[in-house]
């Protein structure tokens, strides 16, 4: 077994698969032999991985929007995030490198490391299918995703619904307390959402600031105020000679 097989507790069935994932181009370019490099790998694995976190923000985040889930993603597949996913493996010491780009510190250049990486989450891919790539990203990396899951700084429904609304008008959504039960130590609120006259959500938490996220939330999901454009152009038409 490979050390690097090892190291991610993978073992290919297709070897070559493997080897084409740590081979640089750098390495056929300065050889002139006619080898495969992870060059297409890695383009396979980039959309390998968009599909694995899609799947896993689409389940775990159901009530957010796409917005907020983009840019999710991009925080996990950004270049930084695969490097250091790469350098968490040691993936940098298994590259197959071209003499100049070894001498050049090959095995530490960040656009190597993500785009090795992402060559291998494809060979995986290919020999294993898309549960042995999920399997894979998750074994190893599944508490750095889980940390980065657990502290959405995307997941802003407050400020998603005010950048929607201000894209139609210049009014601010506007929040209230409506309600309150319980005792001082178990206190529930109840927020309610409103913009340009338009009742948006309500939702209920255990702070008013979770109560007016929670209202927030059931205001995109609902996006009442689609209707109430509907009926002022209904009003408009029909007034029209």
């Not at 210049?170 to 340009?196: C, M, N």
């Not at 008013?208 to 939330?217: G, R, T």
Request: glycine share 8%; with cysteine.
């Amino acid at each position: 077994m490979e050390p690097i097989e090892a190291t991610i507790g993978y073992r290919f069935a297709q070897p070559a698969l493997l080897a084409e994932a740590l081979t640089h181009p750098s390495l056929a370019c300065e050889t002139k032999r006619s080898q495969p490099d992870n060059q297409r790998l890695e383009y396979l694995g980039d959309a390998v991985i968009q599909l694995v976190l899609t799947d896993e923000l689409f389940r775990r985040f159901p009530e957010v929007g796409e917005g907020p889930l983009t840019k999710l993603r991009s925080r996990l597949v950004s270049r930084e995030a695969l490097c250091f996913f790469a350098n968490r493996i040691g993936l940098g010491e298994h590259l197959l490198l071209g003499k100049g780009e070894l001498a050049s510190g090959g095995r530490r250049r960040p656009s190597n490391l993500s785009d090795a990486f992402e060559a291998l989450a494809g060979a995986v891919y290919l020999d294993g299918g898309f549960e042995a790539a999920r399997d894979f990203l998750f074994r190893n990396f599944g508490s750095l995703i889980d940390d980065t899951l657990s502290q959405p700084e995307e997941m802003n429904p407050k400020g998603e619904l005010q950048e929607r609304l201000q894209a139609i008008a210049p009014a601010s959504p506007t929040y209230r307390i409506i309600g309150q039960d319980g005792p001082d130590h178990l206190k529930s609120f109840v927020a309610e959402v409103r913009w340009e006259g338009i009742t948006l959500g309500q939702g209920s938490g255990s702070s008013k600031k979770e109560a007016e996220i929670s209202a927030a939330a059931e205001a995109l999901r609902e996006q009442r105020w689609t209707l109430q454009q509907n009926r002022e152009d209904l009003v408009k038409n029909s007034e029209e000679p």
